[in-house]
C-alpha cells in the first residue's frame, strides 16, 4: 500500500494583527460625529433632568436671562423644560421660537410658534414672527392665510402691527444676498428642514451664483426630499420648476397630475397653468388655472403675464390688453427701487392717518383688495379717536 504523504503541521498564528478591510474617508468621521452627538444627547438629557425640577418662575426668569445675554443654546433648553410644564404659555413657546431661530433651526421654530398662536390667539407676537419666517421662505400664499387669521384673532388695536407685516410680507423683496444666507444657515443648522431647503433652491434657479448646484444636482435634491414627504407643497413646487427649467415638462406634468389634492391652492395652479400654455397647447384650461391662481396672489405679475398670453391665443385681445397694462402697472409699483422708499416711509409713520391711506391705495393698485380695506378702516379709526381728516 503506497504511504500517503506527510501532512504539513499546521502554522503558528501570525502575531501580527488580520488586514483590515480597506474604509473610506468619510466613515472614521461619521464615527466622530455620531460619539460626538451621544455626548451632545447625554449632556443635553442631564441638562434637561436637572431642569425639569426647577420652580417654573426660577426656569422662566434663567430663560429670560440667557435671552437677554444671547446665550441661544441656554435659554432654549429652558424655555423647552419651560413649555413641557403646565404653565407653558404664548410668551413661553415664543422664547423657545426666538431661541430656535437664532440658532438656525427656522421649522422647529415655525412648529413651536403654531403652538404659541393656538396657546392665546390673540397675543400678536407669535403671529408677527411667524409671518417674518414665511416672507424669509417666499411663502406668499401661506403668509396671507396666517395673516388674515392673526388679524381676526388680535384685539383690535393691535390689528395694525399685523398689517404693517403682512404688507411687507406679500409686497416687499428683502436683499437677494441676506435671503441667500439665512437661507443657507437654517437649511446647514437642520438638514429636516424642507421649506428651507425648497426657498434656497427656488432663489437660486432664475440666477445661479458661482457655486450654486446645478439643475442636475438640484433635481437630484429635490427629488430626494420629495421622496422623504411626497405631501410637502415647497419642495413639490421647487421641483416642478427646475424640470421645466431642465426642459421635461413630462416628468413634470406627471407631478402636477399626483399633486394631493387637499392642498391644491395657487401655486399648483399656478404651474397647471403654464403647463397647459406652454406644453399642452390648451390656453383655454391655461387660463382657467391662471384665473384660480391670481384670486390669491393678485400681484403676481408673472403669472398675469402668462394669462395675458394665453388670452391673446383665445384671440380675446381686449381682454389681453388689460392684463398686459396690468402687468406693466404691477412691474413699475413693485420695483424695488419705487417701492422699498415707499413702504418705509409709510410703514415707519403708522401713527399719521396719510401713512395709512397711502398703503391703502398701493395695496388697491396691487390687486390687493382686503388689505386695502383694511388700512382704509385703520385710518378711518384714527379719524374717529383722534377727530383727524384722512
Not at 194 to 217: F, K, T
Amino acid at each position: 500500500m503506497p504511504r500517503r504523504p506527510d501532512r504539513p503541521k499546521p502554522r503558528k498564528a501570525a502575531a501580527v494583527a488580520p488586514p483590515q478591510r480597506a474604509t473610506t474617508g468619510p466613515r472614521p468621521r461619521r464615527r466622530r460625529l455620531l460619539a460626538a452627538a451621544a455626548l451632545l444627547g447625554v449632556a443635553a438629557a442631564v441638562a434637561a433632568w436637572a431642569l425639569a425640577g426647577e420652580d417654573p418662575a426660577t426656569l422662566r426668569a434663567r430663560a429670560e436671562a440667557a435671552s437677554k445675554a444671547e446665550d441661544w443654546p441656554t435659554a432654549l433648553r429652558c424655555f423647552e423644560a419651560l413649555n413641557r410644564s403646565a404653565v407653558a404659555d404664548a410668551d413661553s413657546r415664543l422664547g423657545e421660537a426666538r431661541a430656535l431661530l437664532a440658532l438656525g433651526r427656522a421649522a422647529q421654530a415655525e412648529r413651536v410658534l403654531i403652538r404659541g398662536c393656538q396657546a392665546d390667539p390673540t397675543r400678536p407676537e407669535p403671529w408677527l414672527l411667524r409671518l417674518e419666517l414665511l416672507h424669509m421662505e417666499d411663502r406668499p400664499v401661506e403668509a396671507a392665510r396666517v395673516g388674515w387669521e392673526a388679524y381676526e384673532a388680535v384685539a383690535p388695536p393691535r390689528r395694525r402691527e399685523v398689517l404693517k407685516v403682512l404688507t411687507t410680507a406679500l409686497l416687499a423683496e428683502e436683499p437677494d444676498a441676506l435671503v441667500r444666507s439665512t437661507l443657507k444657515r437654517w437649511a446647514a443648522a437642520d438638514p429636516d428642514d424642507l421649506d428651507a431647503e425648497a426657498a434656497l433652491l427656488r432663489r437660486i434657479a432664475p440666477e445661479p451664483h458661482l457655486g450654486d448646484p446645478d439643475v442636475a444636482d438640484r433635481l437630484k435634491t429635490l427629488e430626494i426630499r420629495l421622496a422623504r414627504d411626497p405631501s410637502h407643497v415647497g419642495v413639490r413646487e421647487a421641483l416642478v420648476q427646475t424640470l421645466a427649467d431642465a426642459g421635461d415638462p413630462d416628468r413634470g406634468r406627471m407631478l402636477l397630475d399626483s399633486w394631493p389634492r387637499s392642498s391644491r391652492d395657487a401655486r399648483y395652479d399656478r404651474l397647471r397653468g403654464r403647463w397647459s400654455l406652454d406644453y399642452d397647447a390648451d390656453p383655454a384650461l391655461a387660463v382657467d388655472h391662471l384665473r384660480r391662481a391670481l384670486a390669491e396672489v393678485p400681484h403676481d405679475w408673472k403669472t398675469r403675464y402668462r394669462l395675458a398670453r394665453a388670452l391673446r391665443l383665445l384671440n380675446r385681445d381686449a381682454d389681453a390688453r388689460r392684463e398686459s397694462d396690468t402687468v406693466a402697472l404691477l412691474r413699475d409699483l413693485l420695483s424695488p427701487r419705487l417701492l422699498g422708499p415707499r413702504l418705509d416711509a409709510d410703514l415707519s409713520r403708522l401713527d399719521d392717518p396719510r401713512s395709512l391711506l397711502d398703503l391703502s391705495s398701493l395695496c388697491s393698485s396691487a390687486g390687493l383688495a382686503r388689505l386695502a380695506q383694511a388700512w382704509r378702516q385703520e385710518a378711518e379709526a384714527m379719524r374717529r379717536a383722534g377727530g383727524v381728516q384722512p
